[in-house]
Nanobody, 122 residues
């Protein structure tokens, strides 16, 4: 599967953005999906994940209550709605896919998008 992330940009603190990740292929619904981010000089970290059915979602503590992950299997797309953005949310955001169970460990993901930059100004 190939992934293409979009929706990043520059936003003021307190603002919102919605990221999208479009997947190619006909078996998107079999994949658990995750959003990760990588800030300059830091390791790539888990942000949010969603199971193949969309029935379960998981969030890093740092974004819980502000970010929402969702998916539309008919459109082969997973979304990350980001509200109440903070300067510390500034990073390149990546979507990732894996068959089977959703994990927060980036090493368990087989497919990655190219990343989209989110910059939050104070």
């Amino acid at each position: 599967v190939q992934l293409q992330a979009s929706g990043g940009g520059l936003v003021q603190a307190g603002g919102s953005l919605r990221l999208s990740c479009l997947a190619s292929g006909r078996t998107f619904s079999r994949y658990s999906m995750g959003w990760f981010r990588q800030a300059p000089g830091k390791e790539r970290e888990f942000v949010a994940g969603i199971t193949w059915s969309g029935g379960n979602t998981y969030y890093a503590d740092s974004v819980k209550g502000r970010f929402t992950i969702s998916r539309d299997n008919a459109k082969n797309t997973v979304y990350l709605q980001m509200n109440s953005l903070k300067p510390e949310d500034t990073a390149v955001y990546y979507c990732a896919a894996r068959q089977g169970v959703m994990y927060s460990d980036r090493a368990r993901y087989h497919y990655w998008g190219q990343g989209t930059l989110v910059t939050v100004s104070s």
